[in-house]
């Protein structure tokens, strides 16, 4: 049976942190604010871990101008870009024999929405977003479930992403190995195996494994 690697979207395979600027850039000059909103927008998302309906109404409270949650579901995604290298090593890996999952958790709209614009949904065999599974990085359950769509062993796997307390820990869990991409989140633990500033050195260490 072919071996999986698991990837993480944001701030993984993609600069979700650098599409969210180029949103807030975009949707603050539309509403004819200045530069000090899309600081603010910035300095609030956290990463995209600060959960929307708080952070658009501190926006609101801050600049008196409301942004639609359903709105910015539908309209950043398209906002977001996959370098050429990555595609590359992620077809690589598939053309060595390997099957290739995105788990990601994150709603099904907005994330589907980024997989189908970057192009990642047709470059990977699996694509299995948490709000559609029921269940979220770290559960192990998440990623036994992106090893049967994607018709492949969790069995000398490997999982990669950028967060220590979901994607480290939940390739830990599924008895993965682990590689560790930039250094976003400042948790001390668990350790990955291997830790990396970009995406782009993973693919050899898969392969070579
Ligand atoms: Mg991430």
Redesign the pocket.
């Known amino acids: 049976m072919p071996r999986l690697a698991c990837f993480?979207?944001?701030?993984?395979l993609i600069d979700?942190d650098g599409a969210f600027l180029a949103w807030a850039r975009w949707w603050v000059g539309r509403a004819g604010l200045g530069a000090d909103a899309v600081d603010w927008l910035v300095a609030h998302d956290n990463g995209g871990f600060t959960p929307r309906p708080q952070l658009f109404a501190g926006f609101r409270e801050r600049f008196g101008v409301a942004v639609s949650v359903d709105e910015y579901d539908r309209e950043h995604p398209s906002f977001t870009w996959v370098d050429q290298p990555v595609l590359d090593g992620l077809a690589s890996l598939r053309t060595a024999g390997w099957r290739v999952a995105v788990v990601t958790n994150g709603g099904v709209v907005q994330q589907s929405r980024k997989l189908e614009h970057t192009g990642i949904a047709e470059a990977v065999d699996y694509c299995c977003i948490s709000e559609a599974a029921g269940v979220r990085k770290p559960d192990a359950r998440i990623f036994a479930i992106a090893a049967e769509g994607a018709g492949a062993t969790l069995v000398d796997g490997w999982m990669v992403?950028?967060?220590p307390s979901y994607?480290i820990a939940g390739g830990i869990n599924a008895n993965l190995s682990t590689i560790r991409i930039g250094h976003r989140h400042d948790a001390p633990t668990p350790i990955a195996d291997h830790d990396l500033n970009s995406v782009q050195g993973v693919f050899p260490i898969i392969l070579a494994s």
């Open positions: 993480d979207l944001d701030n993984t979700r992403g950028d967060h994607d």
